[in-house]
């Protein structure tokens, strides 16, 4: 199929909406907390150890940014003012966001408390065009909650989420069927979503600097240097992205994780302070009636560099000592460690019988 049939058969009479919320965390607390107006805010731990969870958009001029370390933050705008997560408060005020969403449509597929995929294609409201949808959930947003949303409107997914960013803060943009394949051409290609540091640096050395330089790739190319994702990367750089909406996301992880208030190198001690993080994945697990069957380990050691191991069981694991069994041992099998750790996280993948969306229970701050 050459790429004009693909086009001609790609879905675009779809009308998808990306919702990104603007500094969610730091907008609120500026919301609940008059003094903070105005002010570069940073949610997050401010100790030594601490990490930036958000910025608000006064202390992102000054380049400080989410999961970096509070001394650098700190360091690059000496009047930061931290602020103490309140994540039930944050819950609280995505789920008045979600219920705006559905009264509009009930294809909304979240990505974290303060994302979300909207397919409005047939709405509830019965607004034509999906730029006024859009126009009207972000009125709506701000009437109810007092905060600012962007939203990005296109024909499929991929494009709808790189709109959203195009008007940030308080902004939104359209990138109609006609605009889409330009619209990539331009795009450096760590702008892509889904396309990391490490494939970037892949890319580039093999001449890649733009979406146009993928454009300009066999099929076979993009195959054979990235495998699964290469057909993916194809595709998009063309602006064609057939994905749907997944109203009921599944949620492919369950993870906790900690910042340790001094590093360590002693195995006990680790395996000491990784198991309240089994516990707590194992309680939400529980809670959902979910059980997973692969096991991983996250190790951030004090230059900040990370490491990952996972270990798959055939079946899923059925109770909580399995869980930590398999999780010491692949703590175990890193000792000696190389250098001192500051941060121990334990996940729990492929997921069964939970159809939440996929997060984090726990932000290291």
């Not at 006064?58 to 001394?71: D, K, Q, T, W, Y």
Request: aromatic residues 8%.
């Amino acid at each position: 199929m050459n790429d004009e049939d693909r086009a001609e058969l790609s879905p675009r009479q779809r009308k998808i909406i990306h919702i990104d919320m603007d500094a969610f965390y730091a907008s609120v607390e500026q919301r609940d907390n008059p003094e903070l107006r105005g002010k570069p805010v940073a949610v997050g731990g401010s100790r030594e150890r601490g990490v930036v969870a958000a910025a608000s958009y006064e202390a992102r001029e000054f380049g400080v940014r989410s999961a970096m370390p509070s001394v650098t933050a700190k360091r690059q705008c000496p009047d930061l003012i931290f602020v103490k997560p309140r994540f039930e408060v944050y819950k609280a005020v995505s789920q008045q966001i979600r219920e705006i969403f559905e009264e509009h449509t009930p294809v909304i597929e979240p990505l974290s408390l303060d994302e979300a995929y909207l397919d409005v294609t047939e709405n509830l409201q019965n607004i034509p065009l999906a730029r006024d949808v859009a126009l009207a959930i972000r009125a709506k947003i701000k009437e109810v909650t007092g905060l600012n949303a962007s939203a990005g409107i296109s024909y499929n997914k991929f494009l709808a989420k790189l709109a959203s960013d195009h008007r940030k803060p308080n902004g939104q943009y359209v990138i109609t069927p006609e605009m889409g394949p330009a619209f990539v051409e331009t795009l450096p290609v760590g702008k892509f979503h889904g396309i990391g540091p490490a494939t970037s640096a892949k890319m580039n050395s093999l001449g890649l600097f733009t979406g146009l330089d993928m454009r300009n790739q066999s099929l076979e190319f993009m195959q054979a240097n990235f495998g699964k994702a290469g057909s993916y990367y194809y595709w998009i750089s063309r602006g064609v992205d057939d994905r749907e909406v997944r109203a009921n996301r599944i949620r492919k992880s369950v993870g906790a994780e900690n910042t340790f208030s001094s590093d360590l190198t002693d195995f006990d001690a680790l395996a000491a302070e990784l198991h309240p993080l089994i516990d707590k994945v194992w309680r939400h697990c529980e809670t959902k009636g979910s059980r997973g069957r692969t096991v991983t380990l996250k190790i951030k050691f004090n230059d900040f560099e990370m490491v990952t191991r996972s270990r798959s069981a055939s079946v899923a694991i059925s109770g909580r000592d399995e869980f930590a069994r398999l999780a010491i041992s692949l703590l175990k099998n890193e000792v000696p460690l190389p250098k001192p750790v500051r941060l121990l996280g334990v996940s729990l993948s492929s997921l069964l019988g939970d159809e939440e969306n996929e997060s984090q229970l726990d932000l290291p701050i």
